[in-house]
């Protein structure tokens, strides 16, 4: 006998151990879960995940998931669209708006350098970074808020060596941060002095 009682149910396991950090178990306990809901409810989830592959965009400026073309951060003339944020990914920009110590733009790169994994500086949007402060050069500040780990620290070198000449300055975040960490999992307080104390950056 099939270890399920229903291809269809093995199907909805399957899709749902497919993220991460959801093992069988735990797929199957939420497959389960989502069969005691109403109908409307389940459809209503599905059309949400429909949505993310459908009708979600990236910031023709800065590379951030939006609803539009150009994301609510880069369309806000409030910011102070001459202080550039670089980070590695868009949970880094949540994690930095959640400190409210930061009015500038961003820059997602959509990861960072790391041979291991088998991504290097092509498979960024470092190149899209360098084509941004050419049309202003000279004028903005880009603060490197990347890990502090060694994949981090290799990332905000090569970004340095591509965009030296072309912006006012060149900082990075106080290391308040403990070495590695990530700036997801960092505190509000802490990632916001971190923000707020930020130091010119040094290449090693």
């Not at 306990?29 to 209503?44: K, M, S, T, V």
């Not at 360098?130 to 994949?151: N, Y």
């Not at 060596?161 to 960490?181: E, N, P």
């Not at 505190?187 to 090693?204: A, C, K, M, W």
Request: glycine share 10%; net charge negative; with cysteine.
């Amino acid at each position: 006998m099939n270890e399920y009682p229903s291809k269809v149910l093995q199907e909805a396991v399957e899709a749902i151990s497919s993220l991460p950090g959801v093992g069988a178990r735990s797929a199957l306990r939420l497959a389960l879960h989502l069969l005691r809901q109403p109908a409307e409810n389940i459809h209503h989830f599905a059309g949400a995940i429909d949505n993310l592959a459908e009708n979600i965009h990236y910031c023709k400026e800065c590379n951030m998931i939006s609803d539009t073309e150009i994301c609510g951060i880069c369309a806000d003339s409030k910011r102070d669209h001459d202080t550039i944020c670089v980070v590695e990914s868009v949970r880094d920009v949540m994690s930095i708006e959640a400190t409210g110590q930061y009015h500038g733009v961003y820059h997602v790169l959509g990861g960072i350098i790391s041979p291991i994994n088998g991504i290097g500086p092509g498979d960024l949007a470092i190149e899209a970074l360098v084509e941004r402060l050419k049309k202003a050069p000279g004028r903005a500040e880009v603060i490197l808020a990347l890990s502090g780990d060694v994949e981090g620290e290799t990332t905000s070198f090569y970004i340095y060596r591509k965009i030296a000449g072309l912006t006012a300055k060149i900082s990075t975040l106080a290391r308040g941060l403990g070495f590695g960490d990530d700036l997801e999992y960092a505190d509000s307080l802490t990632l916001g002095r971190s923000i707020v104390n930020r130091q010119e950056f040094r290449p090693q």
